[in-house]
């Protein structure tokens, strides 16, 4: 039983010393390839055009409106223009979203998708022209005199032209709020998973501290829910800090006050989760491998023994430490909510 045990017991050491000791990505990829599709605003593929990206080069889009490109790793946005087929800048189209061509790069796999559509100037003039033609024919049928028409059609063009310029803000709103709307429940998420899987470490460490002198190896079912609370933080840890630069800057560039939110979210990363991180859980893992060592083993001397006694000091102070950060991150994730 011994010998059957012991695999177990020698995936969890190596599970938990990488799971609170992987804290970035690694720094030997350089590049990294980025997924998009591009489709028109009745999200029917696009083709016939290609992509220049900024600082990068070309990307050919194929038939299925899908592409892809390569950058380097510390790229966070992309500045995307049209090209036609020939190459030259597509004077017919534009793109419609993300807003003003900047595509944040995301931090997993999912694909970028970018809208194309009419440029918004000429769809602007366009109807600008129906609502005249609408009036004089109004006006007409009316039985209104022509120099009178040629009045009331000047005065309706000083409207229109003021129309459109609050219409233009009221689209730059619209987007804007649609992108709040699109980062804040990522954002949020993150930060929740990762105060939850926290706690749920907490408590696996504190359900397991009082079995661990005389705990054997064939004790393996509470140390599989071990293993898995550690895996689960990991996980949740590694899902959120390497995403913080993209989460500070969509709140810098399209909250209200971008500035103040970027702060916010940055005083709860940097004081609440990478301070309970470095300073009260990434510690325990040093205990942790202490311990099954000893588990595995069989060896239980004076280490062993000063490492199950440091788990069970550090878990109050941690789980005081986790009901603070849960408070702090509701917090705060409430304030930067899309009203």
Not at 179 to 196: I, K, S
Not at 270 to 278: A, K, L, P, S
Request: charged share 25%; with cysteine.
């Amino acid at each position: 039983m011994h010998r059957d045990s012991g695999p177990t017991l020698t995936r969890l050491i190596v599970g938990a010393a990488c799971a609170l000791l992987f804290i970035a990505v690694p720094l030997d990829a350089q590049t990294r390839v980025v997924h998009g599709r591009v489709v028109a605003l009745d999200r029917s593929p696009v083709e016939g055009l290609r992509l220049r990206v900024a600082n990068v080069g070309e990307a050919a889009v194929r038939a299925s409106g899908e592409f892809q490109v390569e950058i380097r790793t510390d790229v966070t946005a992309l500045d995307i223009t049209l090209l036609s087929a020939a190459g030259a800048t597509d004077t017919d189209r534009t793109v419609v979203y993300p807003l003003n061509g900047r595509a944040p790069v995301p931090a997993g796999n999912e694909p970028i998708v970018i809208l194309i559509g009419e440029p918004v100037e000429r769809a602007i003039t366009r109807a600008l022209a129906e609502r005249r033609r609408l009036s004089e024919q109004l006006l007409a049928e009316s039985g209104v005199q022509t120099e009178r028409l040629g009045s009331v059609e000047a005065g309706i063009q000083r409207v229109l032209e003021r129309l459109d310029l609050r219409e233009a803000d009221l689209r730059d709103e619209v987007a804007r709020k649609d992108r709040q709307a699109e980062a804040w429940p990522a954002m949020a998420e993150a930060v929740r998973d990762w105060v939850n899987e926290a706690k749920d470490l907490h408590s696996a460490l504190a359900a397991i501290s009082p079995l661990l002198e005389r705990m054997q190896a064939r004790d393996s079912l509470a140390l599989r829910g071990l293993e898995a609370s550690i895996g689960a933080y990991n996980d949740a840890y590694t899902a959120l800090i390497p995403r913080r630069g993209d989460f500070e800057m969509q709140l810098a560039q399209n909250w209200p006050d971008g500035a103040a939110a970027q702060r916010d979210l940055a005083d709860v990363l940097d004081n609440v989760v990478e301070q309970i991180h470095f300073q009260q859980i990434k510690p325990l893992n040093e205990q942790l491998v202490v311990v099954f060592a000893g588990i595995t083993t069989g060896r239980r001397g004076d280490d062993y023994r000063r490492a199950v006694a440091a788990i069970a000091a550090a878990l109050p102070a941690l789980e005081r430490a986790l009901d603070q950060a849960g408070l702090r991150a509701d917090r705060t994730i409430a304030q930067l909510r899309p009203s």
